[in-house]
Nanobody, 125 residues
């Protein structure tokens, strides 16, 4: 069983930055690929970013590439999403997810077997 707890969401203006954090409660954290997904009202949950178990490989959605950075600390069992130059279209609930089957990153949300409760990010224009 893996518990994931996100934090760091909030209300900001366009152009601002936010850093989301996700704390994991598994002893096998370093063997899990970790992802961030988001879901806006009335839309499907979509991929944002993913990082491999050792942190050496990352992938990003085209919509956030160059603005968002995913990172992790295996010693602290944390994964982060640094979000810069935020836009109103980034408004969504952001979810942290763990793929306990592999350390290799996957872009598909159905690969992830554990999810956090989500944290709201609202970007005003």
């Amino acid at each position: 069983q893996v518990q994931l707890v996100e934090s760091g969401g909030g209300v900001v203006q366009a152009g601002d930055s936010l850093r989301l954090s996700c704390a994991a409660s598994t002893r096998t954290f370093s063997t899990c690929a970790m992802g961030w997904f988001r879901q806006a009202p009335g839309k499907e949950r979509e991929f944002v970013a993913v990082i491999s178990g050792n942190g050496g490989t990352t992938y990003y959605a085209d919509s956030v590439k160059g603005r968002f950075t995913i990172s992790r600390s295996n010693a602290e069992k944390m994964v982060y999403l640094q979000m810069n130059s935020l836009k109103p279209e980034d408004t969504a609930v952001y979810y942290c997810a763990a793929d306990t089957d592999t350390s290799r990153p996957s872009l598909g949300r159905f690969s992830y077997d554990y999810w956090g409760q989500g944290t709201q990010v609202t970007v005003s224009s």
